[in-house]
């Protein structure tokens, strides 16, 4: 006899060897992923990975007296105490199971069919029925449930979009009740929000969140060390500014709607939400190394490949792409951040006033980045410590194309508009405060208006100008290369 652990269904299959036929199939727990025989042959162990147990089954009535019946013994504990949070571990329980049928239909197909351990099947699928296109697996392992919005395409918005394809594709009731889910637009991928809707679709985010740490490359000589070769490419990697779209920290300038078409959409791209497709939301390439096939239908087999792909490659030569591929391959968890190109920029013109209304002719006149706390000095001479305004004009060049997010930290009045579109509006007499706007879309290479307002009332005297660029998860001041003056 065989015997086979059906993970997504809690059942272990017995299988005649011989006739190549399933006999009949034994209840276990969840995710049964091990097995193991006694010495004599006559108990089976099963491994339930997501129960924390062993279960042992008794083989004799089987094996000695022919009898379609392997009864359980005992159920052993495997852990102590449970390392995983309560919600953590509840979601991840969710995450391997297809018995439930809340999941899925017939036991077939749980989350970890496709991302076993929070990896990826290396297949690529037709989601054309849902409005898509040939879509390739993407690993879930260090991306703590994506950079920006989810998939290739953008098409979620939060993890609990995965409520559609529990329906969808696995054919599941779904976690969420349906008249919770078909209220207003909760149905819809990008629709009214589902986080806080069901509190087992939130155990099963909470799992895909806590997936936030990548492998170290292989490839790498040494944490912080490359080879030759890699380190040429990092070279290329910047000279070719491919931080415009693999940005920051995360390698990724992914965000809300952050579409990129580098040269990679073809007929079998299809749609994004049933509507045309503009592009394709830039993948990390901290773990290319290890998630082949590339792009997003798959349709690169290897890094090689992938980067021939891109429309701006046919300037290089093949020992060029050999040594950009030596670099991608070593961007593990170690890389700190994507190499960029420098901007040219000085920073902005702040022009000073007299009193708090940007009235009257400028008292004094530089170009500079906005990042102060003068305290309760004056700004510049001639200008009082006190009762005074600043208006700071010029443009800002992105980095990387992607979302942004704008801050100001001020003490008092502060207002800021960035393309037109007014980003910050606190025109109050407070103390230091912290204020950040909404996310905003820019292309990188692209010089944006920027025009920065600020009034000092009296008492201390703070204005600092920050942002958060894609791929990054904190604020930092916006360089002076990065501004230019008008």
């Not at 036991?107 to 290396?122: E, I, L, P």
Request: glycine letters at 12%; one cysteine or more.
């Amino acid at each position: 006899y065989l015997f086979v652990a059906l993970e997504t269904s809690r059942q272990v299959a017995v299988v005649d060897a011989h006739g190549r036929w399933e006999m009949f199939r034994v209840d276990v727990g969840r995710a049964p992923q091990g097995l193991a025989l006694s010495p004599d042959g006559l108990k089976l162990y099963v491994s339930n990975f997501m129960d924390r147990t062993v279960g042992v089954f008794d083989l004799e009535p089987l094996l000695v007296r022919g009898i379609a019946d392997v009864p359980a013994i005992a159920t052993l504990r495997t852990l102590g105490s449970e390392r995983l949070t309560a919600s953590v571990f509840a979601g991840k329980q969710l995450f391997y199971d297809a018995r439930d049928t809340r999941l899925a239909r017939d036991g077939y197909m749980s989350c970890a069919s496709c991302h076993n351990d929070g990896g990826h099947d290396g297949r690529t699928w037709d989601l054309t029925g849902f409005g898509e296109g040939l879509r390739n697996t993407i690993s879930l392992r260090g991306r703590a449930a994506g950079q920006g919005f989810l998939h290739w395409s953008n098409n979620f918005d939060e993890v609990q979009d995965f409520e559609g394809q529990i329906r969808g594709l696995a054919g599941g009731t779904g976690l969420m009740g349906d008249a919770v889910f078909f209220a207003g637009t909760r149905s819809q991928p990008l629709g009214d929000r589902k986080t806080g809707q069901s509190t087992d679709l939130d155990a099963l985010a909470a799992y895909v969140a806590s997936l936030n740490r990548f492998d170290d490359s292989p490839y790498r000589p040494g944490s912080t060390t490359l080879t030759t070769a890699a380190s040429e490419g990092q070279a290329l990697f910047r000279s070719l500014n491919c931080a415009a779209c693999h940005a920051g920290t995360a390698f990724s300038a992914s965000g809300a709607n952050t579409l990129l078409n580098v040269g990679t959409l073809k007929p079998t791209s299809g749609q994004r939400l049933g509507a045309p497709l503009a592009g394709i939301d830039p993948p990390t390439l901290r773990d290319v190394w290890a998630t082949a096939p590339y792009l997003h239908d798959g349709s690169a087999a290897t890094l090689s490949e992938a980067v021939r792909a891109h429309s701006g490659s046919a300037t290089l030569v093949a020992a060029d792409i050999d040594r950009l591929v030596a670099y991608l391959q070593q961007i593990g968890r170690e890389e700190t951040a994507a190499p960029q190109n420098g901007g040219t920029g000085t920073g902005l013109v702040g022009r000073y006033y007299n009193g708090t209304a940007l009235a009257g002719a400028p008292l004094a006149t530089r170009t500079e980045i906005v990042d102060f706390s003068w305290g309760s000095a004056a700004p510049a001479p001639g200008v009082p410590a006190d009762r005074f305004s600043v208006r700071w004009s010029g443009t800002v060049q992105a980095p990387a194309s992607g979302s942004y997010r704008f801050q100001t930290v001020s003490d008092d009045g502060v207002r800021l508009w960035i393309n037109g579109v007014q980003m910050i509006n606190n025109w109050t007499n407070h103390g230091s405060t912290t204020d950040t706007s909404a996310t905003i879309n820019l292309q990188a290479g692209v010089k944006y208006e920027v025009r920065l307002e600020y009034y000092e009332n009296t008492g201390s005297t703070v204005m600092r100008l920050r942002w958060q660029p894609p791929g990054t998860t904190t604020f930092v001041t916006v360089p002076a290369n990065r501004l230019y003056a008008n």
